[in-house]
Each structure stands twice: as C-alpha cells, then as structure tokens.
Antibody, heavy 118, light 110 residues
C-alpha cells in the first residue's frame, strides 16, 4: 500500500497560481502500472477529477480545466505536482492526490484545503 | 464532459438492501468497463469499494457489489449497516481518455 501526502500553501490570492506537491512513499513513482491523479472537492460539493500523469510524463487533463492546469512528475524525488493558473474563488477546494491502476484509484492522500481569497 | 447522474439520496433500514444508480452515456459508462465506486465519510478521503464495474478490492465487504447495464452502472449494498452511512460516488473512464465522477449519493441508514 502506498502512502501519499499533499503539501503546499493553504491560501492563494485570486488570479495567482495554485501549486501543490504530492510525495509518494512505500513504492516507486516510476512503477509502470501506476497513474498519478489529482482530484478536488469544493466545500460541501462533489468530487471532480482534475487530471493525471504517468511516470513517462504523459499527461491527461479534464477538458474543463485543461487550459489552466499543469501536472508534472519528478521521479528523482518520488513526487508529482499540480499547478492551476489564474485561480478564482471557484477553485477553493480540498485537493487530493492519489495512485491509480487503470480505472481503480486505490490509495489517496488525506487531502489539503486550498482557499482562494485576497 | 458532464458529471454522471446519481440520485441525491438513498435510504434504508439496517439489514435491507439498497441500490445506487449511475447514469452516463455511450461515451463513458456504456462504452467501457472502467466504472468504479468510492465511499466517502465526512472529512475523510474517498475509499475504493468497486472497480472495473463489479470487482471488489481486498478488504472490502462482500456486501458491496457492482453491475452495469447499458449506460447505467449500479452499486448494491446488501445487509445495510450503520457504518455504511456515507456519500458514494461513481466514476467512469471516457472516450476522451479522461475520467468523470458522478454527482454523488448520500446513503442514510434509518
């Protein structure tokens, strides 16, 4: 079982860039069976898949966020990261990183709340 | 891509069976067998309950089962227990090589 931990600022100003990092332990981020996902959940609302990355660097993004999102991977640090540009209050959410084997997301981070406010 | 459609709430008495539906299109639920279900208790991360339509991960109770017919997937909880009270989300792979979640269903044990 993998352990994942999100880290990054809990408060971001409107129009700025949200940046989060997920550190993976208990296994290699380069393991070929895994994809690495970001999912978010606005307060009191449902889950939204943001996107994912494979160890090769291939990325997949939700069409609704694709223009503002970048996911990257650092295999030397066993980490992957999320950037969301030009944030607004609508980007306020708990952000989760997770590991996925094809369609099954088996291990999740505890989640980190990011608030967009001036 | 639009969120998959789930009922907002489902309730049942202890010991009963309930079924949660998840309706999509032929471009997601109907087109692929990559439907998964997640249980989420308040303030907690989601937990995988079913993957690939009807497969149960190790450690998940046999009381949870999944199926699919056409563009609608279903999660059935049999022998409902108090600990099953939570929010449940379906998720499907899509033809755009992305994933989409359902709107979520709150399960209440009466």
């Amino acid at each position: 079982q993998l352990q994942l931990q999100e880290s990054g600022p809990g408060l971001v100003k409107p129009s700025e860039t949200l940046s989060l990092t997920c550190t993976v332990s208990g296994g290699s981020i380069s393991y070929s069976s895994y994809f690495w996902d970001w999912t978010r959940q606005p307060p009191g609302k449902g889950l939204e898949w943001i996107g994912s990355i494979y160890y090769s660097g291939r990325t997949y993004y939700s069409p609704s966020l694709k223009s503002r999102v970048t996911i990257s991977i650092d295999t030397s640090k066993n980490q992957f990261s999320l950037k969301v540009n030009s944030v607004t209050a609508a980007d306020t959410a708990v952000y989760y990183c997770a590991s996925r084997i094809v369609g099954a997301t088996t291990d999740w981070g505890q989640g980190t709340l990011v608030t967009v406010s001036s | 891509q639009s969120a998959l459609t789930q009922p907002a709430s489902v309730s049942g008495s202890p010991g009963q069976s309930i079924t949660i539906s998840c309706t999509g299109t032929s471009s997601d639920v109907g087109g692929y067998n990559y439907v998964s279900w997640y249980q989420q208790h308040p303030g907690k991360a989601p937990k995988l309950m079913i993957y690939d339509v009807g497969n149960r991960p190790s450690g998940v109770s046999y009381r949870f089962s999944g199926s699919k017919s056409g563009n609608t997937a279903s999660l059935t909880i049999s022998g409902l227990q108090a600990e099953d009270e939570a929010e449940y989300y379906c998720r499907s792979y899509t033809s755009a090589d992305t994933y989409v979640f359902g709107t979520g269903t709150k399960v209440t044990v009466l």
